[in-house]
């Protein structure tokens, strides 16, 4: 009996064993890709292109300024602390 023909003979467990550890492997760095995408967004939104805080303080200052909250001054005044 020669060394190697237990090890050729792996059968259907092996290879199903080895398909699933190439799955899991694939599915991790998948999700770690996601992750790490996801924290950039979170993280950086101007830099994704999506709306961020500062968009959301503009429109909250047009909005008090629209129900008469703040004058025309203050509104100025904010916008141009917003900006810089």
Partial sequence: MHWME???????????F???MMLFGSLFWIALLVLIVLAIMRL????????????????????????G??????????MRDLSS
């Fill in 6 to 16: 237990g090890c050729a003979n792996l059968g259907w467990g092996g290879g199903l």
């Fill in 18 to 20: 080895m398909g699933l």
């Fill in 44 to 67: 950086w939104p101007q830099a994704t292109g999506l709306p961020g805080r500062e968009d959301e303080a503009r429109s909250l200052l047009r909005q008090r300024y629209a129900r």
């Fill in 69 to 78: 909250e703040i004058d025309k001054g203050e509104y100025e005044e904010k």
